[in-house]
């Protein structure tokens, strides 16, 4: 029932989405609907972070690098949601191919106090159908793809997609 669930909240969910900010060039990920790949990676303070462990919130995963010129202009954004969202969702930023200095020189200079990992020879990156960054995926408690977005985020697309989240979290039967 709560896979159904997920899968017909995606689906309503790219067709808004197609709708009113979709690019219709755009490449639909096959992700969406199905599980989250479980991954471990190193974390910038030196712990290892598996999406199995990550906790029962709905989780944002963002993919980025420093060399991203649109991830600089996105991640003020996510700066102002982790505050906003800290305790109903985790936000995770993955780092595409870039290197831990530099991740956390960004870190450092930029703020953001979410966990960010290492995916050095880029298999999470692969495994989740990246394609470049930044991009971001919704993904629900029970660890499905809600949404996969190959974009710099906007307020109002982080918004729709984190009501989303939100929304299953209430509708799901209690103990599932």
């Known amino acids: 029932m709560a896979g159904g669930l997920v899968f017909a ?3 309503l969910g790219l067709l808004v989405y197609g709708l009113v900010w979709g690019d219709p060039r755009a490449v639909p990920t096959p992700m969406v609907g199905g599980p989250a790949p479980d991954f471990a990676l190193e974390t910038l303070s030196g712990d290892t972070l598996r999406l199995s462990e990550a906790g029962d919130q709905p989780l944002v995963i963002n993919f980025w690098a ?3 010129i649109p991830c600089q202009d996105e991640h003020p954004l996510l700066v102002d949601y982790s505050v906003a969202y800290k305790g109903r969702i985790r936000l995770i930023g993955i ?3 870039d290197t831990r200095a530099n991740a956390e020189r960004w870190i450092r200079e930029r703020g953001g106090d979410w966990t960010n990992a290492l995916d050095l020879r880029s298999q999470t990156a692969i495994e989740y159908g990246v394609r470049g960054v930044p991009e ?3 993904i629900t408690r ?3 793809v809600l949404q996969h977005l190959p974009m710099p985020m906007t307020p109002a697309v982080l918004r729709f997609w984190t009501d989303s989240l939100l929304a299953l979290g209430k509708t799901k039967a209690p103990g599932t």
Do not use: E, K, L
């Open 95 to 97: 780092v595409y191919q």
């Open 142 to 144: 029970d660890r499905q």
């Open 66 to 68: 420093s060399w991203c």
């Open 9 to 11: 909240a995606g689906f």
């Open 136 to 138: 971001t995926f919704f």
